[in-house]
């Protein structure tokens, strides 16, 4: 969980999420965005299109005794995936002699 800045309000969550997953759940819950970056973005249309994932009250947090409570704006809601491109070290090439 992560914050973009001390005084907004922007939130982001990192998970590592695997692909066959997403796309047997998570990206069936939401709708096409928009392609940025190399990234298919979905939003969701209803809370309730993420509650069988997250829960029924996923989008509300209750903060103390006093019933204080912090929500998720629905149409702030962006998901997608991204796969990191993994560094492959370079393979150094083989010298051969003949010798002669």
Not at 24 to 47: S, V
Request: glycine share 8%.
């Amino acid at each position: 969980l992560n914050s973009s800045s001390r005084s907004g309000p922007d939130v982001r969550i990192e998970m590592p999420f695997d692909k066959i997953l997403f796309s047997g759940g998570l990206q069936r819950a939401g709708k096409l965005a928009r392609i940025y970056r190399g990234h298919t973005i979905y939003k969701i249309l209803t809370y309730s299109d993420l509650k069988p994932l997250l829960g029924a009250m996923w989008h509300v947090r209750f903060l103390n005794k006093q019933k204080d409570f912090c929500y998720v704006i629905q149409n702030t809601v962006n998901f997608y995936i991204h796969q990191r491109l993994h560094i492959v070290d370079p393979v150094e090439p083989s010298c051969t002699t003949d010798g002669g």
